[in-house]
């Protein structure tokens, strides 16, 4: 399977806690893209990157989250101090220059 | 306002006719133009792209673009049940890289 692909693909976790998730983009994509989806909703842009840099953060994008993707291949967005309000789908896409996003399975986050 | 509108459903189609949904946004500078499928507890799933005024067709399914009236739209033809899902629009606004604007979505059921 050549796709976008996410680790975990569910996460429960108790207020407070850290998570970490990780994303694969397809190998010759050098666009990465983190979205965030609650039941209900489309997905709301939170950050974006080229190669390793990244590139623009969304006001979503409180201090307790941060991303990077440190080789230019696979990224990680990191939630610190979870919240119940950080509950949902945390999708990945990934396109080549301006082309397309495809999106990754996504993570699903519950924080009790 | 919200950048880009869609009525939440559920459109409800007998199995084998015309499904018809639209999507509005507020950004005259937008570029691009997606539809996404999702069904439920997945990730979208790309259908179409259009970039230009007109009709673009692949398969059962018709996309439809009016910039001068920000408008676009999915017919899906010949509904099957397996077509039932939440349908995502999505915009590039044309902010740097590439960033996509979703709407809510709209339910569609298809009944046989």
């Known amino acids: 399977d050549t796709g976008v692909s996410q680790d975990p693909r569910h996460k429960i976790t108790k207020r407070g806690q850290n998570v970490t998730f990780r994303c694969d983009p397809i190998s010759e994509h050098n666009r990465l893209y983190w979205y965030r989806q609650t039941l209900g909703q489309g997905p709301e842009f939170l950050t974006y990157?080229?190669?390793?840099?990244?590139?623009?953060k969304s006001r979503l994008l409180s201090d307790r989250f941060s991303a990077e993707r440190p080789k230019g291949s696979f990224s990680t967005l990191e939630i610190q101090r979870t919240e119940q309000g950080d509950s949902a789908m945390y999708l990945c896409a990934s396109s080549f220059r301006l082309d397309t996003q495809y999106f990754g399975p996504g993570t699903r986050l519950t924080v009790l | 306002q919200k950048e880009v509108e869609q009525n939440s459903g559920p459109l409800s189609v007998p199995e084998g006719a015309i499904a018809s949904l639209n999507c509005t946004y507020s950004d005259r500078v937008s570029q691009s133009f997606f539809w996404y499928r999702q069904y439920s507890g997945k990730s979208p799933e790309l259908i179409m792209s259009i970039y230009s005024n007109g009709d673009k067709e692949d398969g059962r399914f018709t996309a439809q673009l009016n910039k001068a009236s920000q408008y676009v739209s999915l017919l899906i033809r010949d509904s099957q049940p397996s077509d039932s899902a939440t349908y995502l629009c999505a915009v590039n606004m044309g902010a740097a890289g590439n960033k996509l604007t979703f709407g809510g979505g709209t339910r569609v059921l298809v009944k046989p």
């Open positions: 990157f080229q190669n390793e840099a990244q590139l623009e």
